[in-house]
């Protein structure tokens, strides 16, 4: 294919698109048109290919402001009567698309610290009051509270577990708990826990 079959193709799936230029990832499952027979060819990227093609090249999206984050976990909060856990965010990122992912939300620190966030948030508005009896209770500085109600270890509720293979000649496994334990079994030394595989 030669590059203005691409620059047309370009331009007619960014007509098919109310006039705005696809993403390389939609625009290659819509039109079968691979990087490959573009990049290196004809252009250095795709910001390079739309330019060509009379478009300003895709803006990456922003990050969410904090507060906006801090909001939408405490509006979900109130709706479910209960802190969320990772498939509530999931169910609710499905049903309202304005709603931010887990990834930006993971942004806003531990599981604790965006308890807290939302806790310190809900003390200031009124509409907010019941969020304060749905948050778990905050443990100690080493524990964090499970959305479910029960307390964890911060070892525990990392779920740092792992499988690790001892050597080539051995089939010798170990189940390592801690956070220590997981390095140590990263340099295929893991102490305790052993197991027969």
Known sequence: MDKAQIVL???RTASDNGGTPLGLGRFTRETGISMGSWRGKYWRNWSHALQEAEFAANRPKEAHEQSFLVLSLARLTQKNRRFPTYADMRLEKETDKSFPSHHS?????TLNERIKLVRTYAKEPPEYGDVLEALPK??????????DGSA?????AS???CLARMSKRS????????????RESREWKCKNWAMQA
């Not at 964890?152 to 525990?156: G, H, L, P, V, Y």
């Not at 089939?171 to 997981?182: H, T």
């Open 138 to 147: 905050s443990q100690g500085p080493d524990d964090e509270e499970l959305p």
């Open 9 to 11: 193709e370009i331009q």
């Open 152 to 156: 964890a270890t911060t070892k525990e």
């Open 171 to 182: 089939r010798n496994a170990s189940l390592c708990r801690s956070k220590e334990q997981v």
């Open 159 to 161: 779920g740092s577990f």
């Open 105 to 109: 939300l993971s942004r806003l620190g």
